[in-house]
């Protein structure tokens, strides 16, 4: 099992750049595949990025693509998202999640752990 806390949200301005962090728990931090999701107001929660056990895939949603990336250091056992060139539609809550499945999935069934979320909010 891993628990996990997100940080780094805020209230910046549109174009404005942020860095989210997911610290998490446990010695097998590096057997899970990592992943980003984000939840706005009134909508379903959706997938923003993945990466594999040593970082060496990551996958993105095609709105932020380009504009944001993800990482992941294992020996802090911390996974990060950069997020530059911020737009409004930006803004929800972004929750980090841990799988064990052997691929980056999107779905949210595929991924057993969940933080908490952190508020990212863009103004215009």
């Known amino acids: 099992q891993v628990h996990m806390v997100e940080s780094g949200g805020g209230l910046v301005q549109a174009g404005d750049s942020l860095r989210l962090s997911c610290a998490a728990s446990?010695?097998?931090?590096?057997?899970?595949?990592m992943g980003w999701f984000r939840q706005a107001p009134g909508k379903d929660r959706e997938f923003v990025a993945a990466?594999?056990?040593?970082?060496?895939?990551?996958f993105y949603a095609d709105s932020v693509k380009g504009r944001f990336t993800v990482s992941r250091d294992n020996a802090k056992n911390t996974v990060y998202l950069q997020m530059n060139s911020l737009k409004p539609e930006d803004t929800a809550v972004y929750y980090c999640?841990?799988?064990?499945?052997?691929?980056?999935?999107?779905?949210?069934?595929?991924?057993?752990?969940w933080g908490q979320g952190t508020q990212v909010t863009v103004s215009s």
């Open positions: 990466i594999t056990w040593r970082g060496s895939s990551t």
């Open positions: 446990g010695r097998t931090f590096s057997s899970y595949i």
């Open positions: 999640a841990a799988t064990l499945k052997t691929y980056i999935s999107r779905r949210r069934p595929d991924y057993d752990y």
